[in-house]
């Protein structure tokens, strides 16, 4: 199934095809300029997690042998293992602050991209129209693309102290535009805001007047800096009733090799989902899925240690970054992303670091592996993105190449 | 994305919706029939492999556990990890006959059903004509249908010696229908017949004279009786550049915990999968990856005892099943599965297990689980499927409990 894209009257449409007039090349051109540079060993690699630098929980691989010892779930049903399900469903009901009941509002997905994938099918056919945030996970316009949808993106701007701010005006215009269907990451990727309970009131509000369906992609709300409150889309009422809810222990618990999610919503929603699952997968590996007996329930302390280990990485790169002439940093509310500006960038070595490509190719050359910032959607031009879940030597390391690299 | 089926002119078409006019119920009804009956832990469960009567090599989860130790690629490209690939790449290059780079033409799904979707996500899209053989897995129709594409049957008989027939009069007809790609498994789910060598090239003579994609689900394709000569279609002259070829350690190896399979096919359609895959689900599980470390590399005599192993409980079936009045048995040449017919039916408890489902009811209530003809097609009318990968005992009182259910 090839991609199509088509444009719409209306809310201005960042498309998958209008990187050529603002970049003058296409996605596909700037991933490979980038990507067919040399890959060697001892390159630091911050496009995601370190997960030697954080392991995972030592219940994981425990829980894992466990099952496959037993051996009685190699076969669970699609939606997943209803003795992991009845586990997690009072922690996740506990979280969110909804009810969730095990065999009808949760489904146990091959990691949180899986639960995306089923979240979007459920909700998108041909001609849907769905918005998301200006700056989004990279996936979101691709699978809504595939499905046969367009993808519009609303004005949202992430406040220097770490809130993103999305004006009423702008909700408005994407209802008017023929959204019906509304996807954000908060934490977001990839800038690490939050939604603060009133702009999350504002929004709820808007989806209820409207009949948005929404999908929050919560994968990072557990890694929340500065006790800042959260809070959880599906709380507000009615909401629980009209969005699925994303989760998943890839990030903050440094499980991704075991590639499970969750996705929590209502019934009709999850079992449209698991005919979905059904097809992609049949099902989260048998095994992998009793990886997940602990989350959510790891020791005492465990979250908050891990919690404030990234919360200080977060601010050497604040300070570190932000000193650096040519480069402007926002506080990341939540997660283990930061999104840095490159300011003034045509006087740096001569290029157009505006072309965040050229940034990250260089970047590259010098060693550094970062997200440039047109994966994210246009209005990331001119950025880059860092996972700071690393081992703290190499990050300083990886702000000293930087500095080198825009200073000489 | 609704279910959507249109019935154009042409070959006869089953479709998802033609099993009411058949059956008196829709394939959704008669699963509810059967799935809301009692399920308790003594039932013998035979509708998949038992992992623990054929347990998996304990060399899988010992790669597993030192993928999670090592921790180098929890996050591997979407196309899986280097190292298995170009580990995997020699062993199914001698496996299939063909050439395979491991770099461009393999691709590690998570599980078959994950390549079986990428691969049909490769070729279908809305208006795509998809031809298979009356009897296959019962996944295929409906992805088919979730894509946009509409599926069409060609007939296929499976002979009692373990051969499969299709006529060169129905290939031509299926082209003559429309159908640009044709799906078919080998050995067969669910009969276990297997295509002879002649029948292969037929096939192959075909598709190429008329540019049909294939696409070949060899999940079986290691475990042949009574030295049979199995044929890779692949490895005929020219198919390697037109069709794809599933594979997997799910059954004859018992790793299904695990979720993973692989694809073997040209380049531009294990990019096209890769792009699917990256979507549902980003990649397979980095840790399972490795759990594929030894497959295709056994330990000498491991295959061959567990094709042994099986080919004496498959004789046992078809003498015992073979001597129940009222039940027809074919001789499976591969794979674990035997597709009985309920002959006679009208008069057994004077109900009419021609209607499958009803006998699934029935036997349900007994104590065994079997997988009713209906899932496999309406060619499946008045059969049943024993997936016989089990503890031998429980085959022996599975084929009491059938005994006593008929002759009551």
């Known amino acids: 199934m090839s991609y199509s894209y088509k444009k719409p009257e209306g809310l201005h449409r960042f498309g998958l095809e209008n990187y050529r007039d603002t970049y003058g090349f296409s996605v596909a051109e700037m991933d490979k300029a980038v990507a067919d540079l040399p890959r060697t060993p001892d390159q630091i690699d911050l496009t995601h997690g370190d997960t030697r630098a954080f392991l995972p929980p030592a219940s994981a691989l425990e829980n894992f042998t466990r099952a496959v010892t037993d051996n009685s779930e190699a076969y669970s049903v699609y939606r997943g293992s209803a003795t992991v399900r009845n586990l997690l469903a009072p922690r996740v009901s506990g979280l969110l602050g909804i009810d969730v009941d095990p065999s009808k509002n949760l489904i146990i997905t091959p990691g949180t991209q899986g639960a995306l994938f089923g979240a979007l099918s459920a909700f998108v056919g041909p001609g849907t129209i769905v918005a998301f945030p200006a700056l989004e996970y990279f996936m979101n316009e691709k699978i809504v693309s595939y499905l046969g949808g367009e993808s519009i993106r609303v004005p ?96 903050t618990e440094s499980m991704s090799g075991y590639r499970v999610g969750i996705a929590v919503g209502p019934s009709t929603m999850i079992n449209s989902m698991e005919t979905i699952l059904s097809m992609t997968a049949l099902r989260t590996a048998g095994y992998s899925q009793h990886a997940l007996t602990g989350w959510l329930d790891e020791e005492p302390g465990w979250l908050e240690e891990r919690t404030v280990l990234h919360q200080e990485i977060r601010d050497y790169l604040i300070t570190g970054l932000g000193s650096i002439a040519g480069i402007h940093v926002r506080m990341p509310g939540g997660s283990s992303y930061i ?13 157009d670091y505006a072309n965040d490509f050229l940034f990250a190719q260089d970047l590259k050359s010098a060693g550094v592996l970062i997200s440039p910032g047109y994966q994210s959607g246009l209005s990331g031009k001119g950025h880059f993105r860092i996972n700071f879940s690393q081992h703290f030597d190499l990050i300083k390391k990886a702000v000293d190449t930087i500095d080198s690299l825009i200073q000489k």
Not at 167 to 184: M, N, P, Q, W, Y
Not at 214 to 234: E, N, P, S
Not at 339 to 351: M, Y
């Open 156 to 251: 949202a701007i992430t406040r220097s102290d770490g809130y993103i701010e999305i004006t009423e005006a702008d909700l408005e215009l994407a209802h008017k535009s023929g959204a019906t269907v509304f996807v954000f990451s908060n934490p977001n990727n990839p800038t690490g805001g939050i939604y603060s309970q009133v702009m999350i009131e504002k929004m709820a509000k808007w989806a209820k007047k409207y009949e948005i369906s929404v999908i929050v992609d919560q994968l990072y709300c557990r890694l929340i800096y500065d006790g800042r409150t959260y809070t959880h889309f599906a709380s507000l009422a009615g909401m629980n009733e009209q969005s699925i809810t994303l989760m998943g222990p890839s990030k």
């Open 339 to 351: 999104f840095p500006s490159l300011i003034d960038s045509k006087s740096i070595n001569g290029k």
